[in-house]
């Protein structure tokens, strides 16, 4: 099957620095890549899609110049969490689509901020 | 009103039982559906898709969809231990739209 990875699978990093979360689509090309937030016990938050060669579609209420997307390839995209601030601790999780319905996910990013 | 209700659970049941996951919708549009599976920690795995209503078999698993009443269905026969996960549905319309709208998840526990 289609394989998603991500890394850091998990990063600590003090407030008021940046993180970048890559996702990789390694054995299929992704025109069309998610990025999700989850909170414990709560669904998949979609923040943005991301098309390659193109800028990001940003969710209502997510802030494009925080959280600055770049999706360079058709296997790659990655996620910059600018200026973290403790709420924006959580786990992030991208996903990549291979064709019209099938979207495979990544294993997610524990992002804490302290 | 969510477009896709789940109820979270936890849904507790002895190794061996049937398993009955629901979600109902509010969209009519809705013509994909999908259950994923997720482990806790882990990101949500594709289990089932289905397109349109009718009854889809794989394995221990059976996804029904039934349209009319905008109500859809993962049935998980002889469950192992192993199945305890959070399963979420999705479900996503036809035509340029693809962006699936997720359920909450249903956190399932199967206990030897």
């Known amino acids: 099957g289609a394989v998603v990875s991500q890394h850091p699978s998990r990063v600590i990093c003090k407030s008021g620095t940046s993180v970048k979360i890559e996702c990789r689509s390694l054995?299929?090309?992704?025109?069309?890549m998610f990025w999700y937030r989850q909170f414990p016990k709560q669904s998949l938050m979609l923040m943005a899609t991301s098309n390659e060669g193109s800028k990001a579609t940003y969710e209502q209420g997510v802030e494009k110049d925080k959280f600055l997307i770049n999706h360079a390839s058709l296997t790659l995209s990655t996620l910059t969490v600018t200026s973290a601030h403790p709420e924006d601790s959580s786990f992030y999780i991208c996903?990549?689509?291979?064709?019209?319905?099938?979207?495979?996910f990544g294993p997610g990013t524990r992002l804490t901020v302290t | 009103q969510k477009e896709v209700e789940q109820d979270p659970g936890p849904l507790s049941v002895p190794e061996g039982a049937i398993v009955s996951l629901n979600c109902t919708y509010s969209n009519s549009a809705f013509q994909y559906f999908m259950w994923y599976r997720q482990y806790s920690r882990k990101g949500p795995e594709l289990l089932m898709y289905?397109?349109?209503?009718g009854n889809k078999e794989d394995g221990r698993f059976t996804a029904q969809v039934d349209k009319s009443s905008k109500y859809i269905s993962l049935f998980i026969r002889d469950s192992q231990p192993s199945d305890s996960a959070t399963y979420l549905c999705?479900?996503?319309?036809?035509?340029?739209?693809?962006?699936?709208?997720f359920g909450r998840g249903t956190s399932l526990i199967v206990h030897p």
């Open positions: 054995d299929f090309q992704a025109t069309t």
């Open positions: 999705a479900m996503s319309a036809g035509g340029g739209s693809y962006i699936p709208t």
């Open positions: 289905t397109y349109s209503s």
């Open positions: 996903s990549a689509r291979a064709n019209n319905y099938e979207q495979y």
